[in-house]
């Protein structure tokens, strides 16, 4: 099933939002039983997103929505224990 953003969703990924007010402006938050985890603030968008994504396989399991599902080395359809592996050259690169 894929995630649609919201029209408002500046970021581009899910549970990622803009503070331009801070040094590093990126925030990332993920919901859990009705209630808001605040990840922390990052520099870039994309390292927000990992953080969300890695809290989001922890806190969902295989059913987690994720940004990047294969950066994981994990897909979504897939158990856990079920291992893809990715060429990392076309990976987007983290800093």
Same mark, same amino acid.
């Given at each position: 099933?894929? !995630?649609? +953003?919201?029209? #408002?969703?500046? =970021? %581009?990924?899910? %549970? *990622? =939002? &803009?503070?331009?007010?801070? @040094?590093?402006?990126?925030?990332?938050?993920?919901?859990? #039983?009705?209630?808001?985890? $605040?990840? %922390? &603030? $990052?520099?870039? @968008?994309?390292? @927000? @997103? +990992?953080?969300?994504?890695?809290?989001?396989?922890? +806190?969902? %399991?295989?059913?987690?929505?994720?940004? $990047?599902? /294969? *950066? +994981?080395?994990?897909?979504?359809?897939? #158990?856990?224990? !079920?291992?893809?592996?990715?060429?990392?050259?076309? /990976?987007?690169? *983290? /800093?």
């Amino acid at each position: 099933m894929k !995630t649609i +953003l919201r029209i #408002d969703n500046t =970021s %581009g990924f899910i %549970g *990622v =939002s &803009y503070k331009k007010e801070l @040094a590093k402006p990126w925030q990332a938050t993920i919901k859990k #039983d009705n209630k808001t985890l $605040f990840l %922390g &603030y $990052f520099k870039e @968008a994309m390292e @927000a @997103a +990992l953080a969300r994504d890695k809290a989001a396989r922890n +806190l969902h %399991g295989p059913r987690a929505k994720l940004n $990047f599902p /294969l *950066v +994981l080395g994990l897909t979504q359809k897939n #158990d856990m224990d !079920t291992k893809i592996f990715v060429d990392n050259s076309k /990976l987007p690169m *983290v /800093l």
